[in-house]
Structure formats: structure tokens, C-alpha cells
């Protein structure tokens, strides 16, 4: 319209180095991650060809800022690491967003000893971090945990369990969720601290049997009274319920992005068998009923897309509204990765209900986004709270 200027907020923009950025990391993993997927998943294995391809690549923990021996990729260069990996291996893929995951706390509360200590050995692929909040009976209501940290002089003593902790027994850290305060008020009574892998008192559940990413062990863990120092804490005692939900306000942004890449994983799949497979005659792309249905699923899938860098663009500058853009994202993508991957298998028929082709793995994959860091229906929650309190759609 005549005399309206562009507005001056710019959701995002991927840049040449971005571009870039994806063709380097889709190269690695068609290389070196891609050929060892269905084994991985066959083996209910952990990927370590895909660990040291990252690690040698530095898209092992690309979000670690330079400060601290990273890379210092920002949020949507993160995501789209993340989404490539997926494209070929969602188990791989969380090796990278698990490692986000557990170092966000750091990021947005750690002291600066803290910072030093920890991030620079993630930076390096020494180690991944894991990320310890669900609990057997505090899922989604993460303020019902009952895992607990009492002062013993200057140190804590942790006892309780975790559940569902993605890479558990690989991770030598894990940022650990706890009560400090039984009798406080509910959900100010939390704090996070680092545990490290061999503390005495530390040990972990059998790996759980999956449907899908049975390449990423999912495993409890234990504490029977495990002495932390003072400086094991993150961030302010009894802020630490508030800090998980800022992190994942971050990290749902990125399994936003596993799911778009599992979803363009299974398109690819689609696409290049229907051009091949013939019937009646002709290539099965040519009747309009599949065409039909691969363009629906392409839409979804870069609305998706669309949807997740933005969310990825209000990570990088904090934006107040990024806790709906990071719900929306991640439930949109995850219904989408649902979708596409359930069609994909119907495309290739028979064929994509065995073992020969990834599609069925990728449908399997993709029910998870749906389910961690937080439930689509509690996205949905989140999403309408964020709307009734005026906190969304003003320009």
C-alpha cells in the first residue's frame, strides 16, 4: 500500500553463512551419520560415529559461545545444525539439542565459575550435558517433584530420582532440578544444580525400550545422598523452577527444528520413490491424488520451517513474546512431523511399512516431538496463557 513502510521488526533473515552453514552440516551427515542410522536404531545403540563426526565438525555443542571454546552459533544457525542432522537420524540429531538443553541453565544463570568450568569441556566434546527435570510422578507438573537437596554446611546432599533423562549414562554432567525448600512457596522453592557423572551416590536406571530415537539411551537416574559443593548450584537458590521454564521457553525451539528435519527427511524419501515407482503404466508422481497429497504435505512442512526459524529469532534476542513462538513452534512442527511421516510410509506403500526404507524409523521418530519438553498439550496451555495475558500479536 502506498505510504506504508516495511515494519521495523525483522523476524529473521538466514544469511549467506547460514546457508552455508546447512550445505556443511548436510554433507557430514549424509556422509558419515546417515549410513550408520538404521543400525543405530536396529541396535537400540548409541550413535558414537555420529558423536565423533560432530565433535571433528563443531556441531557438537555449536550454541557454546566463543568465550568459553565454542563456536558461538547463534539460535537459528543452531536449529539449523539440528534440522539437518534429524533429516537423516533423529537419534543423532538430539546429541546437539540434548547438549542445548543442558547448558541453557548455564547460559542464562551460571556464575562465571560455573561458565568456565563446565562449558568449555562441552565445547570440545569431552562430554555432553544432560538435562534433569521429569520425575516418574512430576511431568508436566514439574512443581509436584519430590527430588530434594538439603544444606549439609557449605555443601548440598541430593537424594531422589529423575526419569525420562535423554542420554543418560553417556552424559559425564547433568543439570539436576531439586527442592530446596520443602516448606517454601510451590514452584519457588527449586534449584538447579550440576551433577557430574562420577559423584559418589550417582546411578542410573536400565535403558528404557522405546518406539523410536532407540539410538539416544533414555535411562533414570538415582541419588542417594550425593554431596554437591556450594558451587555446584546454578543460578539463585529457589529460582530454579523459574530457570527450567526459561530454558525450555529456548530448547523447545530446537526440537521445533528436530521435527522439521525428520519431516523433510521423510519427504525427500517420498518424493524420490514416488518418481520411481510405476503403476498402471506410468511413475505413481504422475496421478494427481499423490501429487495432491505431497504438496499438503510440503505446505505443512515449510510452514513449519517458517514457524521455527522465527521462534529460533526471538531466542537470539530474547524477545518477550518467544514463550508462545517457542510453543507454537514446537507443537506445529511436531504435528507436522507427525503428518508428514505417517503419509510418507502410505506413499511408499507397502515398502514403507519394512525395515528397507528409513520412513517407518522416521514415523517412529517423529511421535516423540510431540510427547518431551513438554506435551503438545501443554504447549496449547501455554500458547492461550500467553494470549489471555496480552502477551502475543501486538506490532
Same mark, same amino acid.
Given at each position: 500500500?502506498?505510504?506504508?513502510?516495511?515494519?521495523?521488526?525483522?523476524?529473521?533473515?538466514?544469511?549467506?553463512? @547460514?546457508?552455508?552453514?546447512?550445505?556443511?552440516?548436510?554433507?557430514?551427515?549424509?556422509? &558419515?551419520?546417515?549410513?550408520?542410522?538404521?543400525?543405530?536404531?536396529?541396535?537400540?545403540?548409541?550413535?558414537?560415529?555420529? @558423536?565423533?563426526?560432530?565433535?571433528?565438525?563443531?556441531?557438537?555443542?555449536?550454541?557454546?559461545?566463543?568465550?568459553?571454546?565454542?563456536?558461538?552459533?547463534?539460535?537459528?544457525?543452531? +536449529?539449523?545444525?539440528?534440522?539437518?542432522?534429524?533429516?537423516?537420524?533423529?537419534?543423532?540429531?538430539?546429541?546437539?539439542?540434548? #547438549?542445548?538443553?543442558?547448558?541453557?541453565?548455564?547460559?542464562?544463570?551460571?556464575?562465571?565459575?560455573?561458565?568456565?568450568?563446565? $562449558?568449555?569441556?562441552?565445547?570440545?566434546?569431552?562430554?555432553?550435558?544432560?538435562?534433569?527435570?521429569?520425575?516418574?510422578?512430576?511431568?508436566?507438573?514439574?512443581?509436584?517433584?519430590? +527430588?530434594?537437596?538439603?544444606?549439609?554446611?557449605?555443601?548440598?546432599?541430593?537424594?531422589?530420582?529423575?526419569?525420562?533423562?535423554?542420554?543418560?549414562?553417556?552424559?559425564?554432567?547433568?543439570?539436576?532440578? !531439586?527442592?530446596?525448600?520443602?516448606?517454601?512457596?510451590?514452584?519457588?522453592?527449586?534449584?538447579?544444580?550440576?551433577?557430574?557423572?562420577?559423584?559418589?551416590?550417582?546411578?542410573?536406571?536400565? %535403558?528404557?525400550? %522405546?518406539?523410536?530415537? %532407540?539410538?539416544?539411551?533414555?535411562?533414570?537416574?538415582?541419588?542417594?545422598?550425593?554431596?554437591?559443593?556450594?558451587?555446584?548450584?546454578?543460578?539463585?537458590?529457589?529460582?530454579?523452577?523459574?530457570?527450567? *521454564?526459561?530454558?525450555?521457553?529456548?530448547?523447545?525451539?530446537?526440537?521445533?527444528?528436530?521435527?522439521?528435519?525428520?519431516?523433510?527427511? !521423510?519427504?525427500?524419501?517420498?518424493?524420490?520413490?514416488? %518418481?520411481?515407482?510405476?503403476? =498402471?503404466?506410468?511413475?505413481?508422481?504422475?496421478?494427481?491424488?499423490?501429487?495432491? $497429497?505431497?504438496?499438503? *504435505?510440503?505446505?505443512? $512442512?515449510?510452514?513449519?520451517?517458517? *514457524?521455527?526459524?522465527? !521462534?529460533?529469532?526471538?531466542?537470539?534476542?530474547?524477545?518477550?513474546?518467544?514463550?508462545?513462538?517457542?510453543?507454537?513452534?514446537? +507443537?506445529?512442527?511436531?504435528?507436522?512431523?507427525?503428518?508428514?511421516?505417517?503419509?510418507?510410509?502410505?506413499?511408499?506403500?507397502?515398502?514403507?511399512?519394512? &525395515?528397507? =526404507?528409513?520412513?517407518?524409523?522416521? /514415523?517412529?521418530?517423529?511421535?516423540?516431538?510431540?510427547?518431551?519438553?513438554?506435551?503438545?498439550?501443554?504447549?496449547?496451555?501455554? /500458547?492461550?496463557?500467553? $494470549?489471555?495475558?496480552? #502477551?502475543?500479536?501486538?506490532?
Amino acid at each position: 500500500m502506498h505510504g506504508v513502510t516495511s515494519p521495523s521488526f525483522d523476524l529473521y533473515r538466514t544469511s549467506e553463512d @547460514h546457508e552455508e552453514l546447512r550445505a556443511a552440516v548436510r554433507a557430514v551427515a549424509e556422509a &558419515k551419520i546417515a549410513p550408520y542410522a538404521a543400525v543405530v536404531d536396529e541396535e537400540a545403540r548409541y550413535p558414537q560415529e555420529a @558423536h565423533d563426526a560432530l565433535v571433528a565438525a563443531d556441531f557438537f555443542a555449536p550454541h557454546v559461545p566463543e568465550e568459553y571454546g565454542g563456536v558461538g552459533a547463534d539460535a537459528l544457525a543452531t +536449529c539449523i545444525v539440528i534440522e539437518e542432522v534429524a533429516r537423516v537420524c533423529a537419534s543423532s540429531s538430539l546429541i546437539p539439542a540434548v #547438549n542445548k538443553l543442558g547448558s541453557m541453565p548455564l547460559l542464562l544463570a551460571g556464575s562465571e565459575e560455573v561458565r568456565q568450568r563446565y $562449558l568449555p569441556p562441552l565445547a570440545r566434546g569431552e562430554t555432553t550435558i544432560s538435562y534433569a527435570l521429569s520425575e516418574r510422578e512430576a511431568g508436566s507438573d514439574t512443581a509436584a517433584m519430590r +527430588c530434594r537437596a538439603s544444606r549439609d554446611g557449605e555443601d548440598w546432599l541430593l537424594s531422589g530420582q529423575k526419569s525420562w533423562i535423554t542420554n543418560a549414562g553417556v552424559s559425564q554432567l547433568y543439570t539436576v532440578l !531439586a527442592v530446596t525448600d520443602p516448606d517454601g512457596p510451590r514452584g519457588g522453592n527449586v534449584t538447579a544444580f550440576v551433577v557430574e557423572k562420577s559423584d559418589e551416590g550417582f546411578t542410573f536406571g536400565e %535403558k528404557e525400550r %522405546k518406539l523410536g530415537i %532407540k539410538g539416544s539411551p533414555t535411562r533414570e537416574l538415582h541419588f542417594d545422598r550425593v554431596r554437591l559443593p556450594g558451587d555446584r548450584v546454578v543460578g539463585e537458590v529457589g529460582a530454579g523452577l523459574k530457570l527450567a *521454564l526459561r530454558t525450555l521457553d529456548h530448547t523447545r525451539v530446537t526440537i521445533a527444528a528436530q521435527a522439521v528435519g525428520i519431516a523433510q527427511g !521423510a519427504l525427500d524419501q517420498a518424493v524420490s520413490y514416488v %518418481k520411481e515407482r510405476r503403476q =498402471f503404466g506410468r511413475p505413481v508422481a504422475d496421478f494427481q491424488g499423490v501429487q495432491f $497429497l505431497l504438496a499438503d *504435505l510440503a505446505m505443512q $512442512l515449510e510452514a513449519a520451517r517458517q *514457524l521455527v526459524y522465527v !521462534a529460533a529469532a526471538k531466542s537470539e534476542r530474547g524477545d518477550a513474546d518467544l514463550p508462545f513462538f517457542g510453543a507454537a513452534a514446537k +507443537c506445529y512442527a511436531s504435528d507436522a512431523a507427525m503428518r508428514v511421516t505417517t503419509d510418507a510410509v502410505q506413499l511408499l506403500g507397502g515398502a514403507g511399512y519394512t &525395515k528397507d =526404507f528409513p520412513v517407518e524409523r522416521m /514415523m517412529r521418530d517423529a511421535k516423540i516431538t510431540q510427547i518431551y519438553e513438554g506435551t503438545n498439550q501443554i504447549q496449547r496451555v501455554v /500458547m492461550a496463557r500467553q $494470549l489471555l495475558a496480552g #502477551n502475543v500479536g501486538r506490532r
